[in-house]
């Protein structure tokens, strides 16, 4: 239980969501004797090998290793050919899909930006007095579209369906066509934006552990079970157990 505590909070220490100082401000029992609440660790990761104790002396048989091991081995294969076929759908995404800088991509990251309320870009004040990211289309437009430049962006000529044309019809439309890989290096580059799930902060908001709600205290428990009546059955073996 303790060891699961310990390493929840020390995964959002690794996450950027707390820093590494919240660690001895929970353990400072005398500022902070109630603890917040967060949800412990999962217990399967935590596997601890080389464990050693000084009068305990492990055992071991050829037909256990050879049980554990061919477990181990299926459980290995099994994960390795899942991931590398996601890795291989993330690289067809990246290589094959083409999308238009100046309309879609520039429309996206201003949509995006202004949804995480982040500070990229020129700011204005909003309602409440505070900074508020502005980035206009046209500022997205002009980096992303020089950038793209830069990487080797393709030119498409898009020529309306004779189908749907209604007269005056444009000729063509220009569309500044880069691979989606290429996108996701520029924005990761320009706007420090990467779709990694580590940089997710914003999809799901993360309340400080110190600004929590905090649980009771174990005087605030004693002071509960020694204000209920002397017949009280918690009170009775609070007291045979002091």
């Known amino acids: 239980h303790m060891i699961r505590c310990i390493v929840s909070i ?17 353990l400072d029992i005398s500022t902070n004797a109630a ?7 999962p217990d399967k990761p935590l596997v601890l090998h080389k464990c050693d104790f000084n009068n305990v ?8 290793l050879w049980n554990v091991t061919y477990h181990l081995e299926n459980q290995w294969e099994e994960l390795v050919l899942g991931a590398e076929r996601i ?3 993330l690289r067809s995404l990246q290589e094959y899909a083409m999308i238009d800088v100046r309309e879609d991509l520039c429309r996206f990251v201003q949509d995006y930006l202004a949804k995480a309320g982040g500070s990229r870009g020129r700011s204005r004040k909003n309602k409440k007095g505070k ?4 980035f206009s289309h046209l500022d997205l437009v002009k980096l992303l579209d020089e950038s793209a430049c830069e990487q080797g962006s393709e030119m498409l000529d898009v020529r309306p369906s004779p189908a749907n044309q209604t007269p005056p019809a444009p000729t063509s439309t220009k569309k500044k066509l ?23 902060r914003d999809a799901k908001s993360h309340i400080s552990l110190m ?6 205290t174990y005087e605030d428990k004693v002071a509960a079970i020694l204000s209920q009546p002397l017949s009280g059955k918690k009170r009775q073996r609070f007291i045979e157990n002091q």
């Open 87 to 89: 890795k291989d759908a």
């Open 211 to 216: 600004e929590r709600s905090k649980g009771s």
């Open 10 to 26: 020390t995964f959002m220490v690794g996450q950027e969501l707390e820093k590494p100082q919240i660690m001895t401000q929970l």
């Open 178 to 200: 880069i691979s989606w890989g290429k996108a996701l290096q520029l924005m990761e580059t320009k706007l420090s934006l990467t779709p990694y799930p580590k940089h997710h």
């Open 131 to 134: 900074d508020t990211l502005v």
């Open 35 to 41: 603890k917040p609440s967060y949800p412990m660790a």
């Open 57 to 64: 002396t492990f055992g071991y048989t050829s037909q256990n």
